[in-house]
């Protein structure tokens, strides 16, 4: 079956970077995109970006362009976000989301189960 | 970015009613539109896609409806299990979540 692993959650103070992993299983990698999504505590869901597994080409949202950054090694099905110059208001909940293509309307339809990321001095 | 809103924020509701969500976009988004339930501590859960498209497992009580800017998420006969968070989704531009509508219990 289909499943989005993430790694575990992080502490980190402000200006620090930090990396979260999503591993993907039952499924062939390179034929979806990842999203990146984050919820804050108590708002809605914001989306970050998107990588394509299969040719490493990505789509950012203008907000976090200068400061994200999503890869992926398709050796381990494994995508990545790395956030640097950490703010307090980083601090969220991170998730990972498969998708197809436009025509499937680039709808996440399997979800990592989320990635606590805390800003604290 | 195109900007989504959703209406209303919040509803109260019985088991057995009928429920009607509505999400507007900013423009014309072709019916590149999605939605989402999410309950607390739970990742978001896709229901529609293409506007009105059902994912596969989820309930045929779930619907969804609308073209170019006015959208609709409908529940019919809403189940103790439908209790959360509905999102919206336009993937036409970019990416750009609605604000949610909270859907609890009367």
């Known amino acids: 079956q289909v499943q989005l692993v993430q790694s575990g959650a992080e502490v980190k103070k402000p200006g620090a970077s930090v990396k979260v992993s999503c591993k993907a299983s039952g499924y062939t990698f390179t034929d979806y995109y990842i999203h990146w999504v984050r919820q804050a505590p108590g708002q809605g869901l914001e989306w970050m970006g998107w990588?394509?597994?299969?040719?490493?080409?990505?789509n950012y949202a203008q907000k976090f362009e200068a400061w994200v950054t999503m890869t992926r090694d398709t050796s381990i099905s494994t995508a990545y976000l790395e956030l640097s110059r950490l703010r307090s208001d980083d601090t969220a909940v991170y998730y990972c989301?498969?998708?197809?293509?436009?025509?499937?309307?680039?709808?996440?339809?399997?979800w990592g189960q989320g990635t606590l990321v805390t800003v604290s001095s | 970015d195109i900007q989504m809103t959703q209406s209303p924020s919040s509803l109260s509701a019985s088991i057995g009613d009928r429920v009607t969500i509505i999400c507007r976009s900013g423009?014309?988004?072709?019916?590149?539109l999605n939605w989402y339930q999410q309950k607390p501590g739970k990742a978001p859960r896709l229901l529609i896609y293409?506007?009105?498209n059902l994912q596969s497992g989820v309930p045929s009580r779930f619907s969804g409806g609308g073209s170019g800017t006015d959208f609709t998420l409908t529940i019919d006969s809403l189940q103790p299990d439908d209790f959360a968070t509905y999102y919206c989704q336009q993937t036409y531009n970019g990416v750009t979540f609605g604000p949610g509508t909270k859907v609890e219990i009367k």
């Open positions: 990588i394509s597994a299969n040719n490493g080409g990505t």
């Open positions: 989301a498969r998708s197809a293509d436009i025509f499937k309307g680039l709808a996440g339809d399997y």
């Open positions: 293409i506007a009105s």
């Open positions: 423009q014309n988004i072709n019916n590149y």
